[in-house]
Every structure is written in C-alpha cells, then in structure tokens.
C-alpha cells in the first residue's frame, strides 16, 4: 500500500502529516486505531452496555478493524470505527438475545391451568355470547354454532348447509358481522 491510497486529512490533523508520510500507512493505521479505542469505548458505553461488556466489544471492535484494514477507504478512520462498532454491538446482542414469551402465555404459566377464577370467567362469556347469538336470526345462529362452537371447517359447514365453501365463508363473515352490529347496538345483558 502507499500513502496515496489514504488522503492524509482523513487519517489524522495536520500536526501528524509529516510523520505520516514518514512512515508507511498500515503502521499508521494501527497506530491511529489504538488511539482511537477511548472513543469507541465511550460510543459503545452510549450504547447501554456495562463497562465490561464495552471493553469486550471495544476489542473485539479494534480486532476487526486491524482485519479488514485493507477494505478501508479513505474515509474518516472514526466513522468507520464506530460503523464497526456498532455492527459488533449489534452481534453481540443477538448472540445474547434472551427467549421471549408471548404475554398470555405468561399469563396462563403464571396462573396455571386450574385457575377457577379463569375458568369463571371463561363460562360467564361463554354463556354471555351465547344468549347474544340466540337472540339473532336462525341462519346467522346456525352458522355461528357450527364454526365457533362446533369448530367446523368451512368444507363442513358448506356440507351441512348444502352450499359452496365460498358461500359458507360469506355466511360465516355475514353472521359475525350481525353480531358484531349487535354487541355495538348496547345490547346488555339481561
């Protein structure tokens, strides 16, 4: 490599020049990438990480960079310390990534299965939706039985009503609609 390679003003101030071009650019580059390892601790402090990880990730960082020091460009030798940095924080952090839970399932493993306020409530909106759809018209009713509470495929619910698979979803979307026009309406218990 020679020094033309790098312009000099991204390398370092001017007050470095001259010893730049005394010496050969990939020395310089090593040399100008421990300087800069204060900084990239602090931008991966920035981060949210603890001064031990930082330090981890501040060397893992530098051990990059000296790596690919010839994929470096000529740019400000700091932005491409800290895109690197932050690409390792990134990695780091999927390395880390903890198993997540959807809420309800916490919920249910926090509760247990024999939960019998759950299970109260559960048959109170069974039996609340029920009452609901009892009050709507026969072929509404029918299909709503068949597709909630009989969970029928659509397949099924086009046999037993001897129509299409098409018509049946149109009636399954057609009753839900009607109960939900329902429940907006204020229909209250009773």
């Excluded at 501040?58 to 932050?86: C, K």
């Excluded at 880390?96 to 299965?113: H, K, V």
């Excluded at 039996?127 to 009892?134: D, F, K, P, Q, Y």
């Excluded at 299909?143 to 509470?149: A, E, W």
Aim: proline share 4%; charged share 25%; with cysteine.
């Amino acid at each position: 490599m020679t020094t033309a390679s790098y312009p000099i003003s991204a390398l370092a101030g001017a007050s470095e020049r001259a010893r730049i071009l005394a010496t050969p650019p990939q020395r310089e580059l090593e040399s100008l990438l421990l300087r800069q390892r204060g900084a990239v601790f602090a931008f991966i402090r920035r981060k949210g990480f603890s001064a031990e990880d930082a330090d981890d990730l501040t060397q893992e960082t530098l051990v990059r960079a000296y790596q690919h020091l010839g994929a470096f460009r000529g740019t400000a030798v700091t932005a491409w310390l800290y895109r690197i940095a932050s690409n390792v924080s990134v990695d780091h952090l999927r390395r880390r990534r903890l198993p997540t839970m959807p809420l309800d399932d916490a919920l249910e493993s926090i509760a247990g299965e024999d939960d019998p306020c759950r299970d109260l409530h559960r048959q109170e909106d069974t039996a609340w939706v029920r009452e609901l759809i009892s009050t709507l018209p026969e072929c509404h009713r029918r299909v709503l039985v068949l597709r909630f509470f009989e969970d029928r495929s659509l397949a099924e619910i086009a046999s037993a009503l001897g129509c299409s698979p098409l018509a049946a979803k149109l009636r399954v979307f057609r009753a839900v609609a009607a109960l939900r026009r329902k429940i907006a309406s204020g229909w209250m218990e009773t």
